[in-house]
């Protein structure tokens, strides 16, 4: 079955970076968009960052461009999520996700598999 697993999270303090990587698998990577959304506590899961199959096209949440970086390795089967300048309200649990069809897409209901998800806490 589909498994995505995230990792890289934890605590740093603001203005620090983290890197999260989400490894796939039981699908066939090179064809599935890949996202990242955070959830703060008491809030709605968010968009943050997607890319389309290829690479070549990605999106950002205007709270993280600039700051945050999308990428994949699809021989590693595996997308990342560059994280730079933390701050504070970049606090949530953040969760990697795949989208049939390759293209990427901003809305969470595009998305057919979720992985469980890693915590990042900033603090000030």
């Known amino acids: 079955q589909v498994q995505l697993v995230e990792s890289g999270g934890g605590l740093v303090q603001a203005g620090g970076s983290l890197r999260l990587s989400c490894a796939a698998s039981?699908?066939?990577?090179?064809?599935?968009?890949m996202g990242w959304f955070r959830q703060a506590p008491g809030k709605e899961r968010w968009f943050v960052a997607a890319?389309?199959?290829?690479?070549?096209?990605?999106y950002y949440a205007n709270s993280v461009k600039d700051r945050f970086t999308i990428s994949r390795d699809n021989a590693k089967n595996t997308v990342y999520l560059q994280m730079n300048s933390l701050t504070p309200e970049d606090t949530a649990v953040y969760y990697c996700?795949?989208?049939?069809?390759?293209?990427?897409?901003?809305?969470?209901?595009?998305?057919?598999?979720w992985g469980q998800g890693t915590q990042v806490t900033v603090s000030s």
């Open positions: 996700a795949a989208g049939e069809g390759g293209a990427a897409a901003t809305n969470r209901y595009d998305y057919a598999y």
């Open positions: 890319i389309n199959w290829s690479g070549g096209v990605t």
């Open positions: 039981g699908l066939t990577f090179s064809t599935y968009a």
